[in-house]
């Protein structure tokens, strides 16, 4: 059964740092494209940060750059990352890992996690 899991949401302050974790198990992941989006509420769901299977390339929504990082790590299982920093109450969302074949800077993804709340106070 494939599974992404998420894990590392919750509240900060503005200014503040989170770190979300993914955990994708089930098949191998290792030639998968990674990335995060995110839906706040009334909104649509949208690209955050994306990496590719070997980690060479990375890309990221203009509204994150140079606050948030992706990374992976594919040791038996995939884990995927995203380091927030510097946040601000408009990355307030639920954020889901997602996986596919190559990065798309858009929401079409085949592969979906159940998503981690993350709040950031002004």
């Known amino acids: 059964q494939v599974r992404l899991v998420e894990s590392g949401g919750g509240l900060v302050q503005a200014g503040g740092s989170l770190r979300l974790s993914c955990v994708a198990s089930?098949?191998?992941?290792?030639?998968?494209?990674m990335a995060w989006l995110r839906q706040a509420p009334g909104k649509d769901r949208e690209f955050v940060a994306g990496?590719?299977?070997?980690?060479?390339?990375?890309?990221y929504a203009d509204s994150v750059k140079g606050r948030f990082t992706i990374s992976r790590e594919d040791d038996k299982i995939t884990t995927v990352y995203l380091q927030m920093n510097s946040m601000n109450p408009e990355d307030t969302a639920v954020y889901y890992c997602?996986?596919?074949?190559?990065?798309?800077?858009?929401?079409?993804?085949?592969?979906w996690g159940q998503g981690t709340q993350v709040t950031v106070s002004s």
């Open positions: 997602a996986a596919n074949r190559n990065v798309v800077m858009g929401s079409a993804y085949d592969y």
């Open positions: 089930g098949r191998s992941f290792g030639t998968f494209a």
């Open positions: 990496i590719t299977w070997d980690g060479s390339g990375l890309y």
